[in-house]
T-cell receptor, first 111, second 115 residues
Framework: EDQVTQSPEALRLQEGESSSLNCSYT??????LFWYRQDPGKGPEFLFT???AGEEKEKERLKATLTKKESFLHITAPKPEDSATYLC????????????FGKGTKLSVKP | GAGVSQSPRYKVAKRGQDVALRCDPI?????LFWYQQALGQGPEFLTY????????KSGLPSDRFFAERPEGSVSTLKIQRTQQEDSAVYLC?????????????FGSGTQLSVL
């Protein structure tokens, strides 16, 4: 069965304490892996797309990497405003509907 | 508009009532998606449109759920005879082309509570 698993479910960090979030997937025919950020009461906001193993993308304090089985979202020196739920989604196959989201990692950064 | 707009923001329905949820995508966006998000879960795919054509409705949980996009812009998700298990946030998203896997722009959702 095609699956996307994110860990940990929740992560508490002190401001400035770097860490990583994990997204592992088991799908056939990966077309792209997406990271989104979701704030309470809002819809997900796009962060990155990764298409092939070895690819990396960066934006401010965030860096996303991809292997054949998983992706990591590295957060360097986080700030309280980075607190949110981070969602991973995997697109596979040829249909636009073939996009599976993980349950997300809820990140809290304390000052 | 500047972003994807959904209305109403909150909807409370009595069990058995019909509801209609509206989505205004970003102007010119070809693809439109509906997702259902339960508390503490990731969004789950319901259906998607390319222009006015509904190309995939495999995620609709039952025949009580119906979606339309008659003129290729605004979309409505209708739920008939609502049940308590329909309580969730319904998210609409759009993307600029019909290419699979393009990034999605989400609205803030409609929170549906069925009593």
């Amino acid at each position: 069965e095609d699956q996307v698993t994110q860990s940990p479910e929740a992560l508490r960090l002190q401001e400035g304490e770097s860490s990583s979030l994990n997204c592992s997937y088991t799908v056939s025919g990966l077309r792209g892996l997406f990271w989104y950020r979701q704030d309470p009461g809002k819809g997900p906001e796009f962060l990155f797309t990764l298409y092939s193993a070895g690819e990396e993308k960066e934006k401010e304090r965030l860096k996303a990497t991809l292997t054949k089985k998983e992706s990591f979202l590295h957060i360097t020196a986080p700030k309280p405003e980075d607190s949110a739920t981070y969602l991973c989604a995997v697109h596979y196959g040829g249909s636009q509907g073939n996009l599976i989201f993980g349950k997300g990692t809820k990140l809290s950064v304390k000052p | 508009g500047a972003g994807v707009s959904q209305s109403p923001r909150y909807k409370v329905a009595k069990r058995g009532q019909d509801v209609a949820l509206r989505c205004d995508p970003i102007s010119g966006h070809v693809s439109l998606f509906w997702y259902q998000q339960a508390l503490g879960q990731g969004p789950e795919f319901l259906t998607y449109f390319q222009n006015e054509a509904q190309l995939d409705k495999s995620g609709l949980p039952s025949d009580r759920f119906f979606a339309e996009r008659p003129e290729g812009s605004v979309s409505t998700l209708k739920i008939q005879r609502t049940q308590q298990e329909d309580s969730a946030v319904y998210l609409c998203a759009s993307s600029s082309s019909g290419q699979p896997g393009e990034k999605l722009f989400f609205g803030s959702g409609t929170q549906l509570s069925v009593l």
